[in-house]
T-cell receptor, first 115, second 117 residues
């Protein structure tokens, strides 16, 4: 069965450009998460989508970051006017529901490098 | 304040031996869940084991067990009979709150485990 997929796997961009990162969750998973992993660090929560509810954006580091989820499935994380500190691996995860034990299945990540 | 603390940046173990990876957490909630994930060099996060705050018994999954000491707020991962394929980064994470809408995981900084032949 297909897991969470992310594209591109690697993205190199110049400072000031906009980038879009895509996430395809596991089919049937209603919850979708974005995390960021900087070099040598743990994962930092960015945003969470659950069904048709308003997303939890509490982890977005600045207004240059935004995300949307269309049709309850695919999600796109957009970073505008990228900065060098945005360089990180961006991981997407999805989960089946909203139970308290809620295993999150992670994708392989997109490695973003801002020159 | 840091919610999840992993004090061991790196650990070494010989093949077939057991190893304990430390994790302490900080929360004022009564309801929370603790997770361990493995991240091999490929980068994917692989779920290993889960412990709920109200679970009376320590969680076990194959060679993985979680030594949950609630009063000490620790949730150490024990890997028995280490294998070369266990070499990876290991992350402890917590989900807190009774509200099922509160879904985010808070991660520690990880421990890099190296298993030698």
């Amino acid at each position: 069965g297909a897991g969470v997929s992310q594209s591109p796997s690697n993205k190199v961009t110049e400072k000031g450009k906009d980038v879009e990162l895509r996430c395809d969750p596991i089919s049937g998973h209603t919850a979708l998460y974005w995390y960021r992993q900087s070099l040598g660090q743990g994962l930092e929560f960015l945003i969470y989508f659950q069904g048709n509810s308003a997303p939890d954006k509490s982890g977005l580091p600045s207004d240059r970051f935004s995300a949307e989820r269309t049709g309850g499935s695919v999600s796109t994380l957009t970073i505008q006017r990228t900065q060098q500190e945005d360089s990180a691996v961006y991981l997407c995860a999805s989960s089946l529901g909203t139970g308290f034990f809620n295993e999150q299945f992670f994708g392989p990540g997109t490695r973003l490098t801002v020159l | 304040a840091q919610k999840i603390t992993q004090t061991q940046p790196g650990m070494f173990v010989q093949e077939k031996e057991a190893v304990t990876l430390d994790c302490t957490y900080d929360t004022s909630d009564q309801s929370y869940g603790l997770f361990w994930y493995k991240q091999p060099s490929s980068g994917e996060m692989i779920f290993l084991i889960y412990q709920g705050s109200y679970d009376e018994q320590n969680a076990t999954e194959g060679r993985y067990s979680l030594n949950f000491q609630k009063a000490r707020k620790s949730a150490n991962l024990v890997i028995s009979a280490s294998q070369l394929g266990d070499s990876a980064m290991y992350f402890c994470a917590m989900r807190e709150g009774k509200n099922t809408g509160f879904q985010k995981l808070v991660f520690g900084t990880g421990t890099r485990l190296l298993v030698s032949p």
